[in-house]
Each structure stands twice: as C-alpha cells, then as structure tokens.
C-alpha cells in the first residue's frame, strides 16, 4: 500500500502562485508515476500533470505554461507550482500514485481558490 499526503493549498489571488507538496509513504519502490488532478464542483475529475520515474512529463493544456510538476531530491516527494493561477484553477487538486499493477493511489485533496 502506498500513502499520499498533500499539502499547500489555499487561497490565492488572480495572477498569484501557489506550491503544492505530496508526501508518500508506504511501498513506494513501487510507484512508476505521480500525479496532480483536480476537480472542480460539478466536473469530473482531470488530470493536471503526471512525471513518471524517468522524469518524463505530461500536462493538461489549459495548464501548460503556467504549472511545473516536478519530483524532490527524497524519492517519496512530488511537487506542483501554479503560476499565473485563474479563477478556472478553482478546484480540489488530488496526489495520485501508479504502482507497476496499474493500481492507483490517491492522497485525501487540497482545496485551491483563486479569488480576488
């Protein structure tokens, strides 16, 4: 089993950037991917950005340019840093593992509010 923490959410001002932070423990020798999603109320779920042990990364388009995922120097840690964050950013931002049996692990959810 793999766990996932979040943390850094918040509000935040239109223009302004935030860092988001998700901790694992657990099996993580286990885990080939991580990622951010997010879902806003009344959507589904999306993906936001994904780094896989390789360091090879992909981003949601509405989100390229602006986001960087990128992995700490501790193998169990993973970031996301949101520059010129919108009010359509607006969403709960969730940690996501994938372990090397296709099964997902998923952290508890960061609440993010961009807002003037």
């Known amino acids: 089993q793999v766990q996932l923490v979040e943390s850094g959410g918040g509000l935040v001002q239109p223009g302004g950037s935030l860092r988001l932070s998700c901790a694992a423990s657990?099996?993580?020798?286990?885990?080939?991917?991580m990622g951010w999603y997010r879902q806003a109320p009344g959507k589904q779920r999306e993906l936001v950005a994904r780094?896989?042990?390789?360091?090879?990364?992909n981003y949601a388009d509405s989100v390229k340019g602006r986001f960087t995922i990128s992995r700490g120097n501790a193998e169990n840690t993973m970031y996301l840093q949101m520059n010129s964050l919108k009010p359509e950013d607006t969403a709960v931002y969730y940690c996501n593992g994938e372990d090397w049996n296709n099964d997902a692990y998923w952290g508890q959810g960061t609440q993010v509010t961009v807002s003037s």
């Open positions: 780094i896989t042990t390789g360091n090879i990364t």
């Open positions: 657990g099996r993580i020798f286990s885990i080939y991917a």
